[in-house]
């Protein structure tokens, strides 16, 4: 059985008795804030939803959301994408714009964050490469039709009530890891330091071959990286393709290498006290 973890949404699309029809989703309002140039995105809190710099607009202004593209290390030329949780799209645009020859998608529930992204955050009309669904990410992993289809997936679902991912068990990932082909890469926004970290990570390790997390990020974010291969790293190959990350997009590509490196090592640690 698929379990969905409560949240607001997943609450108000329950239905109301036998028979009944679906209720009307309920979302938490769509709010906007400005500081110094950027346009963030919340739920009717303070809590941040995604950001945008009004001057360059498809650049990836938050740190975790420019680590939730550290799968550029591993592929090149990704040829469909999809982002669950749209946020202000800034991962969906950036997608978009770098990858000519890609199909990108984006799901979300929510048709307000949908809108506000089309007329706030210059989300792109769609077209014959860009796609934004308004469904439950639930129903699309779980669509056989997108098995095997996936060279990226982007996840990054949360509620105005922020209390960890909204969707979280082990039978979320494992769709989410059947929607992707067999050398196909998943980044996952976590919250470092809230209990639902250790749950996400199980799951993770549950439903994918390998799982690498990035160091904390000055969010607090954790962006965790599921592959469906497990992978011999190879670091002088990844520095030089950080590089050219660098060099074509200006993300921080070497520090992505570098935070990888350090979170294995730290891995390895406990290992070594063990057999020592």
């Not at 077209?127 to 982007?154: C, Y």
Request: charged residues 25%.
């Amino acid at each position: 059985m698929l379990i969905k973890r409560n949240s607001m949404e997943a609450q108000s699309n329950t239905k109301a008795g036998p028979g009944k029809k679906p209720r009307k989703p309920k979302f938490a309002p769509v709010t906007l804030s400005e500081q110094d140039g950027v346009v963030f995105l919340h739920f009717g809190n303070e809590w941040i939803q995604g950001a945008m710099r009004k001057r360059k607009p498809d650049w990836i202004e938050l740190e975790y959301a420019q680590q939730m593209m550290t799968w550029m290390l591993f592929l090149e030329n990704p040829q469909y994408i999809v982002q669950l949780g749209l946020g202000t799209g800034a991962l969906t645009k950036f997608c978009y714009r770098q990858f000519a020859e890609a199909q990108v998608t984006a799901v979300d529930l929510n048709p307000q964050v949908i809108s506000v992204c089309r007329t706030m955050f210059r989300l792109p009309p769609d077209d014959d490469r860009l796609s934004v669904v308004e469904m439950d990410a639930m129903d699309f992993v779980t669509d056989a039709n997108n098995h095997g289809k996936l060279d990226v997936l982007q996840v990054d679902l949360y509620d105005a009530l922020v209390q960890g991912p909204v969707l979280d068990t082990p039978e979320f990932y494992e769709a989410c890891s059947a929607c992707l082909q067999p050398e196909g890469i998943l980044t996952v926004n976590l919250f470092g330091d809230h209990p639902s970290y250790a749950k996400n990570i199980k799951a993770l390790k549950h439903a994918f071959t390998d799982v690498i997390c990035m160091p904390p990020c000055h969010e607090g974010n954790v962006v965790a990286i599921g592959f469906n291969r497990r992978r011999e790293l190879d670091f002088e190959a990844l520095y030089e393709r950080a590089g050219q990350i660098n060099t074509a997009t200006k993300l921080p590509a070497k520090g992505w290498v570098n935070g990888i490196k350090s979170r294995l090592a730290e891995q390895e640690k406990p290992r070594r006290s063990k057999t020592s």
